[in-house]
Structure formats: C-alpha cells, structure tokens
C-alpha cells in the first residue's frame, strides 16, 4: 500500500521490518514463499529509487541463505538484464532449479534481451527467436523480441509475439504501450489500441 501510494521510503521500512523481523506462524494460512516475496518488494522498491546497488546486495545475500528460490534469482537476473551485464545474468540462469523449464532456451532469451537493451538488434534478434522457436515464453523473452521486431521494423511479426503474450497474460500494461507502437493499415501507429486490442478474448 505504502509503495503504491509512493510513500517509497516507509515502504522500505516496511518490508525490511518484514524481512528481518517478520515471524511465521504455521498455524496461520501465509503464502508458501512469503520471505521471497518480502525480499522482492523490498529490492524492487530499492530499485524505485534507483538504489540498484543496495537491491542487488539484498538479492544476492537472500541467494546465499535461499538458493533455491526461484523468485528472487529470476529478480536478480532482470536486474542484471538492465545493466546489460550478460556474464552474471546467464550465470544465474545456469543456476536455477533443474525443475526450471527450458532452462537452455531461456538463457538464449537472456542474451538477447541484454544485446536489445544495448541496441545490437540484429544480434538480439537471432538469439530472442532461436528462444521463441524453442518454446519460451517467458516475459523477458517476448518482451524483447517484440522490441526487437518493432527497432527492425517487422510489425507483423511483433504482433505475433504480442498476441501470444496477451494470451499468457492479459493484465501485463507493457503490452499495451508496444502494441500501440504497431502501424494500422494506413502506416499510422495505432494512438486507440482498444480499437483492437481487448481483454475479452479475441484476436488482434
């Protein structure tokens, strides 16, 4: 609520207050991965304040305590993304749990997201749809190859990627702001994205 409402600084507070003191009690229902969940919020809002490096210690030091938590790797991986520092991000994907799927794909996802991030379309292109090819559709992956379609001025196939992406997940408002980068039949960018894009299944 406090992040929500921009108080950032008290939200801080409060999910390090969580971290540090917050007990379980068994006999209450919690979601199962509670901790992860506080530590995300709390490096996230970190990162709101463009405290990246105090969110990147924090991750790290949950990893060592919890190196099995998906959640907070995958956090650490997206923050490695935006710094472009592909090294350490392919380093913890080789890290998740062999449970993780399509763990080869999804790294292939990782390289290309940072070399979009960089500019190296081209680059960022064969390694993003060698990743969709191979079934991943994890947001990074489509993120950033629909990015990388809309830079090379491939439309149709950007709307490809986004509509399976809608599909995944409907809600995600990044989906709206690349989709209305889409040029309408009159060469125009769509400026009314709800004149094709809706939440009520059907195709766009």
Known sequence: FL??????ELAIRAFET????GELQPSLWHLADIEDVAVACWAATLQLQNRVDQAKQLLEDALHERPESIRIRRQLIELYIRQQN???????????PPAFPQPQAFANAV???CLALGGEW????AYLETAYEEGCRDPICLRSLAHTFLQLEKPALAR?????WFQIDPD???IVRLAGQ???????????LATWLSKDGREF
């Open 111 to 113: 390289r290309g997201a």
């Open 122 to 125: 081209v680059a960022a292109e």
């Open 160 to 164: 490809n990627v986004l509509s399976d």
């Open 172 to 174: 995600d408002e990044e």
């Open 18 to 21: 969580a971290v540090q003191c």
């Open 182 to 192: 889409l040029p309408q039949p009159g060469g125009q960018p769509d400026g009314g």
């Open 86 to 96: 592909r090294d350490q991000a392919v380093s913890h994907v080789e890290q998740l």
């Open 3 to 8: 992040q929500a409402s921009g108080r950032l």
